[in-house]
């Protein structure tokens, strides 16, 4: 009965995505973590009217119903600011100002990652608040290169967030994603059960290797060579393969696409929202 409750709370708490150009790929996924717990990892993706499109994921540090109810409020306030067309530079100081009463306690602080794409798909703007740079999937999977990594939100520091222009040649895809990924750890057997060259742990007793973003890079690689329908499904049980049973921490994804100016094919929209009781298994 948990586990359903639990799971119809996780739906519930996530949006679909607001993207009307049928040409744009959006594959979305969230699993919780192994307790089963709701975790403050949220998501959104919004194409205004002059065709940029903005995407959101963030992870409110912690982990249960508060943190759970603080990034659904978040999600929704970004959503508000983005559909009342604010200008993205000011998005992220208004989020944190909705941020600062709204937390139960003042160390908590949210991580985020916004990206505007722009209406010619050929660049996007980069914003980074301690959160980590998307990874840019073409033939391969790297890390979108960025110089500009602004704090936090909710820490007491000065500093704010600035944009950096990425410019993109088609077919390409992003992928946002939060920090349960890459904090899964590698199991004694990854090489040979996982059928991937991510390294293996040298066996020291009591501590196991983090998968990192170095071994996110190859599972997405593993998995893009094997087409990109259902990715964001697929990845998320090879990192599960990888870790050796259900991750620690909630881990979402957000992969958005665009095949280039000549695509006659509607983008493909999944969403993998795994309920506690399936993924624990």
């Known amino acids: 009965m948990r586990a359903a409750e639990t799971a119809r709370l996780e739906r519930a708490l996530l949006p679909k995505p ?11 996924g969230y699993i919780p973590g192994g307790n089963g717990l709701l975790g403050g990892d949220f998501y959104d993706a ?4 002059d065709g940029s499109v903005l995407c959101l994921i963030g992870d409110v540090a912690g982990h249960g119903p508060d943190e759970a109810a603080l990034g659904a409020t978040l999600r929704t306030a970004w959503r ?13 100081p208004l989020v944190e100002r909705v941020l600062v009463p709204e937390r139960a306690r003042p160390e908590v602080f949210v991580t985020l990652c916004q990206v505007v794409i722009s209406p010619d798909r050929a660049a996007v703007d980069l914003f980074l608040a301690g959160h980590m740079s998307p990874l840019l999937l073409q033939d391969s999977c790297t890390e979108l290169p960025t110089t500009s990594r602004g704090r936090a939100l909710g820490i007491p520091v000065t500093g704010g967030w600035r944009a950096e222009r990425v410019a993109l040649d088609a077919p390409w895809a992003l992928m946002l994603y939060t920090d349960g990924l890459i904090e899964a750890t590698l199991a004694e057997d990854t090489r040979s059960a996982a059928g991937t060259d991510a390294p293996v742990p040298a066996g020291t007793p009591g501590r196991r290797e983090r998968l990192g973003v170095r071994g996110l890079v190859a599972a997405v690689d593993t998995e893009l060579a094997h087409g990109g329908e259902g990715l964001v499904e697929r990845l998320f049980r090879r990192v599960r393969a990888l870790h050796g049973g259900p991750l620690a921490d909630d881990a979402a994804v957000l992969v958005i696409g665009w095949g280039g100016p000549d695509q006659d094919a509607r983008g493909e929209r999944t969403a993998t929202l795994a309920d506690s009781d399936e993924w624990s298994q």
Do not use: F, G, H, Q
């Not at 607001?18 to 979305?28: H, K, N, P, R, S």
């Not at 919004?46 to 009217?49: A, F, I, L, T």
């Open 18 to 28: 607001l993207v009307t150009d049928e040409t744009i790929a959006v594959m979305v």
């Open 46 to 49: 919004v194409e205004r009217p």
């Open 80 to 92: 508000t600011l983005v559909l009342s067309d604010v200008d993205p530079a000011e998005i992220l």
